[in-house]
């Protein structure tokens, strides 16, 4: 069955970095995009960035250009979130998330904090 498993996340104090990964098995990781998601207290639930299945095209939320990146590895069935100048308005829980055929898949979510 597909299994998507977040980690990577934590306290960090504002300015800081984190990298988020998510590993998938279950389906041909390499086929299908990937999105990563965050839900902060009281909010719904935001798209933050996506990438294709080659990795070739990316797009973002823009509270988060210029400071987000995603990335994939293939060969890993793994994609990443590479967060810099975290503010503590990206506190949330981060997800990420697919679509295989008509099916959608989450995973259990990492906490990421930022605070001082």
């Known amino acids: 069955q597909v299994r998507l498993v977040e980690s990577g996340g934590g306290l960090v104090q504002p300015g800081g970095s984190l990298r988020l990964s998510c590993v998938a098995s279950?389906?041909?990781?390499?086929?299908?995009?990937m999105t990563w998601y965050r839900q902060a207290p009281g909010k719904e639930r935001e798209l933050v960035a996506r990438?294709?299945?080659?990795?070739?095209?990316?797009n973002y939320a823009d509270s988060v250009k210029g400071r987000f990146t995603i990335s994939r590895d293939n060969a890993k069935n793994t994609v990443y979130l590479q967060m810099n100048s975290l503010k503590p308005e990206d506190t949330a829980v981060y997800y990420c998330?697919?679509?295989?055929?008509?099916?959608?898949?989450w995973g259990q979510g990492t906490q990421v904090t930022v605070s001082s």
């Open positions: 998330r697919t679509v295989v055929v008509t099916a959608t898949y």
């Open positions: 990438i294709t299945s080659a990795g070739g095209s990316t």
């Open positions: 279950g389906f041909t990781f390499s086929s299908y995009a």
